[in-house]
């Protein structure tokens, strides 16, 4: 098989590269303004090299001379969307959006074979179109046929019902979205039964596995992995234990007594995991969502592992930056479902 290089614009720690590395395409580079981020892609992908900075600053030329003049096939990345209006005679160049217009920009200097543009469902409705069709019409006027799709994570073998804004452009095909190859569900308790509970102890890092691999998602996860890292429980008070104690499997605040109903008063609050279904959108922060078994919140590790990254991945920095790195990621299975589906019409 044909093999193609990439780059990751907006990379964060590497999601999106992860799943294209797994599907065989060789990551260069990667962009982010978050330092820590850039230190977790750096380790996790050894062979690219990164750029930190801002990417509004950057040129086709200084990327060159970090990959060494080599050729770029794909283009992929998140660019971050800052929800301006476009309303007013500047519409698309309010300077608010010009990461997208860095984005796309980077497209027109490159005209790489393909690229993959990731963002949040909202941006399809917000502003009654105005910024997806902007995108689409610069992409288009680029010489690419654009297509869209919102995807569900759940359907790619990720644990967890994330839903995804997918844009997709090649310069002489339409990408057909329903040749991405979907996979079975996989359920939170699959995705975690396999770690240490951490039921009257932190934990360790590095730590042994709770037990053998007992699915073929374990398998997967723990392919290139002996011992478990990032794998270190949150200290809640007695208190906190206690009120979790109280949700039952898939429950939320709905189901306390009512003197804890307000405790936490919006929507996901006291929401524990289903251990039968995939979880919910794992988000940045993870103060509201918790283990479908033990009394408290998921770990960084157990949060990975519903993100999908793979067991060897390790994150870096404080609690706070290691949970952001993940939730701010995407999918890696879902992002290697992409990319596998994407290669077959570059042949």
């Not at 990551?27 to 850039?38: E, S, T, V, W």
């Not at 690229?115 to 019409?137: A, D, H, W």
């Not at 809640?236 to 009512?258: C, F, M, R, W």
Request: with cysteine; proline share 5%.
């Amino acid at each position: 098989m044909k093999s193609y290089n990439a780059i990751d614009l907006f990379c964060g720690c590497g999601g999106l590269s992860c799943g294209f590395e797994r599907a065989g395409v060789n990551i260069l580079l990667g962009i982010d303004n978050d330092k820590m981020a850039l230190n977790v892609f750096e380790h996790n992908h050894k062979k690219a090299k990164s750029i930190c900075g801002d990417i509004t600053e950057l040129n086709y030329s200084d990327i060159k001379k970090v990959i060494d003049d080599k050729n770029i096939d794909l283009i992929i990345g998140g660019p971050p969307c800052q929800g301006v209006s476009l309303s007013g005679p500047r519409k698309f160049d309010d300077p608010r959006n010009k990461l997208y217009l860095s984005y796309i920009h980077f497209v027109e200097q490159i005209k790489p074979k393909a690229f993959v543009i990731e963002n949040v469902p909202g941006l399809v409705s917000l502003f009654k179109g105005q910024i997806k069709e902007s995108i689409i019409e610069r992409l288009t006027a680029l010489g690419y046929r654009v297509k869209y799709r919102i995807l569900c994570a759940a359907d790619y073998g990720v644990p967890q019902n994330r839903k995804r804004l997918i844009f997709v452009g090649l310069k002489d095909k339409d990408f057909n979205f329903d040749s991405i190859t979907k996979k079975e569900m996989v359920t939170c308790k699959m995705a975690l039964s396999d770690l240490p509970p951490l039921i009257n102890e932190l934990g360790e890092d590095p730590a042994e596995y709770e037990t053998e691999v007992q699915n073929e998602y374990q398998k997967i996860m723990r392919e290139n992995s002996e011992k478990v890292r990032n794998h270190i429980a949150a200290a809640h008070s007695e208190k906190v234990k206690h009120i979790i104690s109280l949700v039952p499997d898939g429950g939320n605040y709905k189901d306390l007594p009512e003197e804890y109903i307000k405790s936490r008063n919006f929507h996901v609050a006291w929401t524990r995991f289903c251990s039968y279904k995939p979880a919910p959108t794992i988000d940045t922060g993870h103060r509201h969502h918790f283990h479908y078994k033990y009394n408290r919140v998921p770990t960084v590790r157990e949060c990975a592992r519903l993100q999908s990254f793979p067991d060897d991945f390790v994150f870096e920095g404080n609690k706070t930056q290691q949970f952001r790195q993940v939730g701010n990621a995407v999918p890696p299975l879902m992002a290697q479902a992409i990319a596998e589906a994407l290669l077959k019409y570059l042949e």
